[in-house]
């Protein structure tokens, strides 16, 4: 049976253990040891536990950031309705997946900051995200497919918030239950089109 490369059976292990004991007390000795190597050979692979975390939010968990990137890349493809469902669904599943793995940084202030500070020098961060969608949304508006006065770092922040708020808002409800991916994201990108969506008096192109 082959064997997986190194680098892949780290990632997998990091994965694992921050979903199973939570970011904060998945060491890398740990991490190391699931994987079945030493931890001078994680670091040959990941300069600290922050870097292994930010490539298992890239390469193990939904891809946002790659969405976000082509869009951005490669503005007016698609109907911008069809996009927003997808990088609502894309973020609602990221942000299910990856509330476990970090919520148990909010119980340790000084780890937080520490981890915060690492992700800065790395360029991420739970911002990253809204910076990206606003991005996106502002091409779509030079493309004039939203309203020129379209607030589009507001709109960002208010469709990533609704779809992180799934990952944990409703375990308090009577059912338990997420509200479905797929339905739950269509309705939140329509909802956000509706203010988004050109007029009959803006000056933009035809309504997406």
Request: charged letters at 25%.
């Amino acid at each position: 049976m082959e064997t997986k490369p190194a680098r892949v059976r780290i990632l997998d292990a990091a994965h694992e253990l921050m979903l199973t004991v939570g970011l904060a007390r998945a060491t890398t000795k740990e991490i190391a040891r699931a994987a079945g190597c030493s931890e001078a050979a994680l670091y040959k692979y990941f300069a600290n536990k922050e870097e292994l975390f930010v490539r298992v939010l890239m390469e193990r968990l939904p891809r946002l950031k790659p969405l976000l990137g082509s869009l951005v890349a490669e503005p007016g493809q698609g109907t911008v309705e069809g996009n927003l469902i997808e990088i609502a669904r894309q973020a609602a599943l990221f942000y299910e997946q990856s509330f476990p793995i970090a919520a148990s940084l909010f119980a340790e202030k000084q780890l937080k900051r520490r981890h915060d500070e690492a992700l800065r020098k790395l360029g991420s961060g739970p911002h990253a995200p809204i910076e990206d969608l606003d991005a996106y949304l502002r091409a779509e508006r030079a493309a004039g497919r939203i309203r020129a006065d379209a607030d589009t770092f507001a709109a960002a922040a208010l469709l990533l918030g609704a779809c992180s708020q799934r990952a944990f808002a409703y375990e308090a409800t009577e059912s338990g239950e997420r509200p479905p991916v797929d339905e739950f994201a269509t309705r939140l990108a329509r909802t956000l089109l509706n203010g988004l969506a050109p007029g009959p008096d803006d000056p933009a192109l035809p309504r997406p």
